[in-house]
C-alpha cells in the first residue's frame, strides 16, 4: 500500500507541474528572438537513488549517492521558453538496511522543455522525457548476514533501457564574458522497470526515483547577451 501511495504522488505531482508550466507558456506573450539564444555547457553533481520495489525492499532512509556529469545543448528561441538536450553520465542504484549496495551505471538522454524568469539572473523550470541505457552495474557492499540472499540481490537488470520523468528547478547568473554559472535541484520518476514483471516474476514493479544536485557553466554561442 505505501509503494502505491507513493506512485500515485509522484505521478499526480508530475502531472500538475506539467500542466502548470504549460498553463504559463500559453498565457506568456510571445516574444521572438533574432538570433536565437544557443548554449553548450557541461554539468557536474551528486545524484541520490533507490529503487521503489514492489514487493517492498527495506532500504536505507539514505539513498545510495553516486556521481553524474556530462554535456548540455539548450536552444531558446522565444522569451522565457527554450528546449534543452542532455547527455549524461549517472551512477545509480540502491542502499539496503541489511548491508547491501548495487550501483547501476547509466547513459541518459533527457529532452526537456526550459522556462525561466529574469534576464541576467533567472530562476530556472526544466521538465520532460529522460532515456537512459545500462552501462553496468556493481555490488558495492554486501554485509548481509543472511544466509540465503534476497530476490534482487541476485538478479542481475532486466531491462537495460531506462525512461521516465525528470523536472529540474534552479538558478542561472548570466555574465557578459565568464559565460552562464548554474545551480540546479532535480527529480526523476522512473517509468519502466529494472527487473522482469510479469505475473511469475517476484517483483511486480522496480522503478527508480532520483534527486540530483548539480552545478553547471555554459558558453553562450549566439543571441543577445
Known sequence: MLQKGINKTFSRFFI???ML???HTLTAQTVLFDPAEIYIGTTHGINSSMVMFNPSVEQ???PLSGYTGGITFRY???KHVGLQAEINYVQRGWSEKSGYKRQTNYIELPFLTHIYLGNTHRVIFN???KFGYLLNESVLANDSTSNAPAEEQIQKIHFPFDYGITTGLGYNLHTKKAGVFELEFRAYYGLSDIFAN????????SNYLNFTV????????????
Open 60 to 62: 536505507t532512509t539514505s
Open 127 to 129: 521538465l520532460g522525457p
Open 16 to 18: 500538475s507541474l506539467a
Open 198 to 205: 510479469t505475473k511469475s516474476d517476484y517483483f511486480s514493479t
Open 76 to 78: 531558446i528561441t522565444e
Open 21 to 23: 508550466l504549460s498553463a
Open 214 to 225: 548539480k552545478g553547471g557553466w555554459y558558453f553562450q554561442l549566439t543571441g543577445k547577451k
